[in-house]
C-alpha cells in the first residue's frame, strides 16, 4: 500500500465481509483512514453501520439505521441479553423499512421460511456490546458447535490473521466422531512462507493464546487460493462440500 498516494481520500467504508481488525489496522497505518463498516443483504438495504459521527470499533459493524427495528434472538425466539450471541432479525410488525424486499420472485415457500410472524430471520449470528455496537459472528449455517461449545468462524479467522504467516484464511467445521464438529483453517500463506508442520502447530498455538484454547483449529490446511464468489467472499460452504466428498472418497480422511 506504500506504492499509492491516498491523500484524496476523505472517508472510507467495508460492507459484503466482515472486517478483520487486523486489516482495519494495516488500512489505518498506511491511509491514516478508519474504515467504516456496515452491515446488509440483497433483501435489505444497509442494515446497520458506522457513521460518520460514531467512533469505529475495529471488527464491529456498528448500529442499526435508521428505520431498522433490529433484534437478536435466540434458538427459541427469545431477545438475546447483551454479549449474548444470537440470529440477527429484523421485526416489521410495527413498520416495514423502506428498501425492504417485498418477498423471492414466485416462491412463496421460501419467503415465508425466512419472514414470517411480523420478524424476518438474516440466518446472520451476531452479539451486541454495551454501546449498542453489533459483532459478526458468522452465518447461522457456519457457526460451529464442537464439544458443547459455539464457536464462530469470524473471531478464530481474525486472530489467524495477526499472525505475519497468514495472508487469507477460512475457518469451517468437519464432522468428528468424538467432538461432533472439529475446526479447520484453510490457509493461504504470505509470501516467503512455506507449509510445515512446525507452522502448523505454531498456528495452532497462536490462535489458543489469541482467543481461547477449545477454538483452536485442530486441522490446518494450506492451500494456494481459496474459493470465492464474483464479488470476492470466501465459499465456505465449498470448503466444506469438497471436505465432505474427500471423507465420502474410499480412504478419505
Same mark, same amino acid.
Given at each position: 500500500?506504500?506504492?499509492?498516494?491516498?491523500?484524496?481520500?476523505?472517508?472510507?467504508?467495508?460492507?459484503?465481509?466482515?472486517?478483520?481488525? @487486523?486489516?482495519?489496522?494495516? #488500512?489505518?497505518?498506511?491511509?491514516?483512514?478508519?474504515?467504516?463498516?456496515?452491515?446488509?443483504?440483497?433483501?435489505?438495504?444497509?442494515?446497520?453501520?458506522?457513521?460518520?459521527?460514531?467512533?469505529?470499533?475495529?471488527?464491529?459493524?456498528?448500529?442499526?439505521?435508521?428505520?431498522?427495528?433490529?433484534?437478536?434472538?435466540?434458538?427459541?425466539?427469545?431477545?438475546?441479553?447483551?454479549? @449474548?450471541?444470537?440470529?440477527?432479525?429484523?421485526?416489521?410488525?410495527?413498520?416495514?423499512?423502506?428498501? #425492504? #424486499?417485498?418477498?423471492?420472485?414466485?416462491? /412463496?415457500? *421460501?419467503?415465508?421460511?425466512?419472514?414470517?410472524?411480523?420478524?424476518?430471520?438474516?440466518?446472520?449470528?451476531?452479539?451486541?456490546?454495551?454501546?449498542?455496537?453489533?459483532?459478526?459472528?458468522?452465518?447461522?449455517? /457456519?457457526?460451529?458447535?464442537?464439544?458443547?461449545?459455539?464457536?464462530?468462524?469470524?473471531?478464530?479467522?481474525?486472530? *489467524?490473521?495477526?499472525?505475519?504467516?497468514?495472508?487469507?484464511?477460512?475457518?469451517?467445521?468437519?464432522?468428528?466422531?468424538?467432538?461432533?464438529?472439529?475446526?479447520?483453517?484453510?490457509?493461504?500463506?504470505?509470501?516467503?512462507?512455506?507449509?510445515?508442520?512446525? *507452522?502448523?502447530? @505454531?498456528?495452532?498455538?497462536?490462535?489458543?493464546?489469541?482467543?481461547?484454547?477449545?477454538?483452536?483449529?485442530?486441522?490446518?490446511? #494450506?492451500?494456494?487460493?481459496?474459493?470465492?464468489?464474483?464479488?470476492?467472499?470466501?465459499?465456505?460452504?465449498?470448503?466444506?462440500? @469438497?471436505?465432505? /466428498?474427500?471423507?465420502?472418497?474410499?480412504?478419505?480422511?
Amino acid at each position: 500500500m506504500t506504492k499509492y498516494d491516498f491523500s484524496a481520500l476523505k472517508g472510507c467504508s467495508v460492507a459484503g465481509e466482515p472486517l478483520n481488525p @487486523e486489516i482495519y489496522d494495516q #488500512f489505518l497505518a498506511a491511509t491514516g483512514h478508519k474504515l467504516r463498516e456496515g452491515y446488509g443483504q440483497t433483501e435489505l438495504t444497509i442494515t446497520m453501520a458506522t457513521f460518520p459521527w460514531m467512533e469505529p470499533k475495529p471488527g464491529s459493524m456498528g448500529r442499526p439505521s435508521a428505520g431498522y427495528d433490529i433484534d437478536l434472538v435466540r434458538d427459541d425466539g427469545s431477545s438475546c441479553d447483551m454479549g @449474548e450471541e444470537g440470529q440477527i432479525v429484523v421485526r416489521t410488525d410495527k413498520r416495514k423499512p423502506a428498501g #425492504f #424486499f417485498g418477498g423471492y420472485y414466485r416462491d /412463496d415457500a *421460501l419467503t415465508r421460511s425466512v419472514w414470517h410472524d411480523g420478524i424476518y430471520y438474516t440466518g446472520d449470528m451476531a452479539w451486541r456490546d454495551e454501546d449498542g455496537y453489533y459483532w459478526f459472528v458468522g452465518r447461522a449455517d /457456519d457457526v460451529i458447535k464442537s464439544s458443547g461449545y459455539r464457536i464462530g468462524p469470524f473471531e478464530v479467522e481474525s486472530a *489467524l490473521l495477526e499472525h505475519p504467516s497468514v495472508l487469507e484464511c477460512a475457518i469451517t467445521g468437519v464432522p468428528d466422531p468424538d467432538r461432533g464438529t472439529v475446526v479447520k483453517a484453510t490457509v493461504v500463506l504470505a509470501r516467503g512462507w512455506e507449509a510445515s508442520d512446525k *507452522l502448523k502447530l @505454531e498456528l495452532q498455538n497462536h490462535v489458543k493464546q489469541t482467543t481461547a484454547p477449545y477454538k483452536y483449529p485442530r486441522i490446518v490446511e #494450506f492451500v494456494t487460493e481459496l474459493p470465492k464468489t464474483i464479488s470476492g467472499k470466501i465459499r465456505r460452504v465449498q470448503i466444506r462440500a @469438497e471436505d465432505g /466428498d474427500r471423507n465420502a472418497a474410499p480412504g478419505g480422511e
